[in-house]
């Protein structure tokens, strides 16, 4: 599948034959200056290319004979293959264990208590359910190492961090990634039939992540969960992020095997972006699409004007070149906002499928600027919101010292940075000191993930309040 002159990149499978070991995955991130270490492992090269790997195979495909083909939801042009319903099989009994499990009674001042059993019995029946769900040659893989742990170690590591935290009794996109990771881990020991291009990719989203994602938006109505490291209104969404890739994928122009994933554009009479604002429209679409599902959620949860409880979602809707656009910037927030935070991905845990290993390609960041000239050489101005700072250690492992984070003068201010809906443009520049610059990584499918704030485009004015107003605010809308 050759997109410019490329090969699209595609998550490597393992031949156990030639031997692996496995490991007891680890935590490796402790403070923020080791999410720059992060980004230039191999983990996060394969999670981003399973990511983009899954996200291309949602475009509306275009047959030679002029034929467009979508993938709505609860669509028939997908055909499950048996890994496919294997999984489905494992969630549906997951969500027995929540049917059977009551409330506690009393006020919390958190989520119920209730959550605590119901991850309990979670945990205890997984050895269980991974039994009945998955291949045997491919739970029990061993290691080279006689001595060493089985695939099952790994693949138990993932599939237990995708159900929220027992201890902060909260959910978020960190729990989304370990479930994104589970998934990534059955791939690379071939545990999902080898179709053509695409084919599997769009099974694995609309037969598994999407029944994934709603069965945890019950779990998080059913015990009121609280959001895992939520930026409030300043925030995509207060626990996923991944349903607004593949949703808006869905809707963007169709593609042949040998085409480009497509910057801008959508298909042919879909929902316009601004209908994210419209209750009946969401309602309607939120039945065949990932994107309209997750604001509908949203609109289950929470009261008032949809600009006001969600305004960054609001300014994206106001995107005018169309649902792929709105897709390639919705990868680039995924990498900054997400694989590149250290809130997120702090209990993310490295064994040998998702290695702490440097990609060979990986280019070293520089040298945290305090601690190699004893002294600020860049004024620092700090933010007045609670935003984590990245700092300079989150630079992107293949940008060079020639492509320097352009000061706040550039233009590149963040969504941030405008006042909240109902009032005027900001008086103050609130630009984060240094922001994570993702602006070049190894060529294929990665190339799209650069931060949202990498462009020259600063962001629109501020929300005027008008729910009706259209105006492009997103920080990477053109």
């Not at 138990?156 to 929220?164: A, D, K, P, Q």
């Not at 999407?210 to 939520?230: D, Q, T, W």
């Not at 931060?451 to 629109?460: E, L, R, T």
Request: proline share 11%; with cysteine; glycine share 8%.
């Amino acid at each position: 599948m050759a997109t410019d002159g490329l090969i699209a990149r595609v998550l490597p499978t393992i031949d156990l034959s030639e031997g692996h070991t496995f490991l007891v995955p680890s935590k490796r991130i402790n403070e923020t200056d080791d999410v720059s270490e992060f980004l230039c492992s191999k983990a996060y090269v394969d999670i981003m290319t399973f990511l983009l790997q899954l996200n291309r195979s949602m475009f509306p495909a275009k047959f030679p004979d002029g034929r467009v083909q979508t993938w709505p939801l609860n669509g028939e042009a997908v055909e499950f293959s048996a890994p496919i319903r294997q999984l489905q099989q494992l969630l549906s009994k997951i969500e027995d264990l929540l049917d059977a499990t009551p409330l506690e009674p009393g006020e919390w001042r958190y989520a119920n208590g209730a959550f605590k059993v119901w991850h309990d019995k979670v945990k205890k029946e997984t050895p269980s359910l991974l039994a009945e769900c998955l291949p045997a040659e491919i739970l029990h893989a061993r290691s080279s190492d006689p001595d060493g742990p089985t695939a099952e170690v790994e693949l138990t590591e993932y599939f237990l961090g995708s159900w929220g935290s027992r201890e902060r009794m909260d959910y978020g996109t960190g729990h989304e990634l370990s479930f994104l990771t589970f998934l990534g881990a059955i791939w690379k020991l071939n545990g999902f039939p080898k179709n053509s291009p695409g084919v599997e990719e769009r099974t694995i989203v609309l037969g598994v992540i999407e029944p994934y994602l709603e069965l945890m938006r019950a779990v998080i109505k059913k015990f009121k969960l609280e959001p895992a490291g939520s930026h409030g209104v300043w925030g995509l969404d207060d626990h996923s992020f991944i349903p607004y890739i593949f949703g808006s994928a869905q809707l963007g122009p169709p593609i042949s095997d040998s085409d480009p994933v497509p910057e801008t554009g959508s298909l042919s009479d879909v929902v316009n972006p601004h209908g994210v604002t419209k209750a009946n429209v969401v309602e309607e679409e939120r039945k065949v699409n990932m994107y309209f599902s997750a604001i509908g959620f949203i609109n289950d949860v929470k009261k008032g004007p949809f600009w006001e409880h969600s305004q960054m979602l609001y300014d994206i809707s106001g995107v005018q070149a169309g649902w792929a656009k709105i897709n390639k910037g919705m990868i680039k927030m995924y990498n900054a906002e997400v694989l590149s935070k250290f809130p997120v991905v702090q209990h993310f845990r490295f064994g040998s499928l998702f290695s702490w290993d440097r990609h060979p390609s990986a280019i070293p960041p520089p040298p945290r600027i305090h601690s190699s000239s004893g002294q600020e050489t860049r004024p620092r101005q700090v933010p007045t919101t609670t935003l984590q700072d990245p700092g300079p250690g989150t630079k992107a492992p293949w940008a060079t010292a020639s492509q320097s984070i352009p000061p706040p003068s550039a233009g590149t201010t963040a969504p941030w940075a405008t006042a909240r809906a109902g009032g005027g443009p900001s008086t103050t520049t609130r630009v984060p000191p240094v922001l994570p610059d993702t602006s070049r990584l190894p060529p294929g499918p990665m190339a799209p993930t650069r931060a949202p704030w990498a462009s020259s485009q600063p962001a629109g004015p501020a929300p005027t309040g008008n729910p009706n107003d259209s105006t492009t605010k997103a920080p990477w809308a053109k």
